[in-house]
Every structure is written in structure tokens, then in C-alpha cells.
């Protein structure tokens, strides 16, 4: 059964900080999401990951994937109050199967 | 906007009713997936569609079912309504994306804003 791990679940930070978000991930894939929700809103693709190695990078934030480890990391740099939101992992398509799997998400709250 | 249509909103029932929600995908995505959201929990992963037939189940009740039809839409059918299946209700929906002139799958997900049952 794929599982999604992230740590941490909850995350306070003041502004002007640096962070780092982790996800692990069970079962073999290439392919990991991340996305944004902010309270009571619908979900935001932020980045695709399609290879071992793969880094993206917009604005603050800047997400890595390492399949070997099945792992892959968002990177807060600089933090504002504006990157208060829950974020997830997902991971799809491992183990031929096609379910989408999110990570628990980590609520992340950046204190001015 | 995602492209990604969902209705109703707002749904207020009571227990041991039925209800459904309907789901209309981006333009062009074959791929419709639900997933319920409870009061501050993760994204529970329901089912996954593609061109109308069923490719994945996740932790779906059985008092739950889903269909995608010829037009693509969805519908996430909820039975005999529980107190407990208050819930955010997502459909998203996957396929081709456009970037930077070249079309690629990537199998990202497009939301719809979802749809929010409260059993009473």
C-alpha cells in the first residue's frame, strides 16, 4: 500500500526564515506533486517533479525530488506571511496502479 | 479558475438521505478523480476515472459510488448519509497542459472548488 509521509505536520515560523518541508513516499515512482490549499479553499498545483534529480524553483520556494531516496523537499527561503497555507505531496501512478495519493500535508504559518 | 467544475457548493442533508455531486472537468482531461477532505485532515484519495471507465479505488464506502460519463463529467453518488461524511468534497481532473508551446501529460491535477455536505 503507497503511503505519503511528510513531516512536519505543523510548522511556525517567524518571517525572513528558512525552512525545509520533507515528504517520503513508500513505493517506487518518478513522479511527485506539490501543491498549496489555502483555509477553506481548493487546492494549487505549485510543482511537478518528473525525474530523479528534478528541482524546481518559484519564488520562495524550491522543490527537489530524489526517487532513489523517495524523497523530495520544499525549500522556504525567506519567509512571508503570504506562504501561510497547508502544503501536500502526492505521489501517483506507483506500483502500476493509478491512484493519486497526497501526503497528511503540513500546515505551515508564518508569523510576522 | 482550473477549469474544473463542481456543484453544488453548499449541500445541508440529514442522516440516512442520499445525494450527488457532480463534476465537470477541464476541457479536453480524460482523468476525473474525488477525493474527500474532513474538518482539518488530509486529502482521502475516493476513486479515479478515466474516459469513463473505473481505474483506481481508494478508501471508498461501499454506501459511495461514482460514474463518469460520455461527455466526461463525473458524478460521486453518497448513500445512507452519516453524520461522519461531512465533508469538502474535491473532483479534479488531469490531461494534456500546455507549456511553453509544447503539450505534455505531467499528471497534474486541476481542482474544482469543491463541494461542501453537511449531514445533520
Known amino acids: 500500500e503507497l503511503k505519503v509521509e511528510q513531516n512536519p505536520l505543523f510548522l511556525s515560523m517567524q518571517e525572513g526564515k528558512n525552512y525545509t518541508i520533507y515528504c517520503n513516499y513508500s513505493?517506487?515512482?518518478?513522479?511527485l506533486y506539490w501543491y498549496r490549499q489555502d483555509p477553506g479553499k481548493s487546492l494549487e498545483s505549485l510543482f511537478v517533479?518528473?525525474?530523479?534529480?528534478a528541482v524546481k524553483q518559484e519564488g520562495r520556494l524550491m522543490a527537489s525530488l530524489d526517487t532513489k531516496a523517495r524523497l523530495s523537499t520544499l525549500h522556504i527561503t525567506a519567509a512571508v506571511h503570504d506562504l501561510s497555507a497547508t502544503y501536500f505531496c502526492?505521489?501517483?501512478?506507483?506500483?502500476?496502479?493509478?491512484?493519486?495519493?497526497f501526503g497528511t500535508g503540513t500546515r505551515l504559518k508564518v508569523l510576522a | 479558475d482550473s477549469g474544473v467544475t463542481q456543484t453544488p457548493k453548499h449541500l445541508i442533508t440529514a442522516t440516512g438521505q442520499r445525494v450527488t455531486l457532480r463534476c465537470s472537468p477541464r476541457?479536453?482531461?480524460?482523468?476525473v478523480y474525488w477525493y474527500q477532505q474532513s474538518l482539518d485532515q488530509g486529502l482521502q484519495f475516493l476513486i479515479h476515472?478515466?474516459?469513463?471507465?473505473?481505474?483506481a479505488k481508494g478508501n471508498i464506502l461501499e454506501r459511495f459510488s461514482a460514474q463518469q460519463f460520455p461527455d466526461l463529467h463525473s458524478e460521486l453518488n453518497l448513500s445512507s448519509l452519516e453524520l461522519g461524511d461531512s465533508a469538502l468534497y474535491f473532483c479534479?481532473?488531469?490531461?494534456?497542459?500546455?507549456?511553453?508551446?509544447?503539450?505534455?501529460?505531467?499528471?497534474?491535477?486541476?481542482f474544482g472548488e469543491g463541494s461542501r455536505l453537511t449531514v445533520l
Open positions: 479534479a481532473s488531469s490531461g494534456i497542459t500546455s507549456t511553453s508551446g509544447s503539450r505534455t501529460y505531467t499528471g497534474e491535477l486541476f
Open positions: 513505493t517506487t515512482s518518478d513522479r
Open positions: 517533479l518528473l525525474s530523479n534529480g
Open positions: 502526492a505521489v501517483d501512478r506507483t506500483s502500476g496502479t493509478y491512484k493519486y495519493i
Open positions: 476541457s479536453g482531461d480524460l482523468s
Open positions: 476515472y478515466y474516459n469513463g471507465e473505473e481505474r
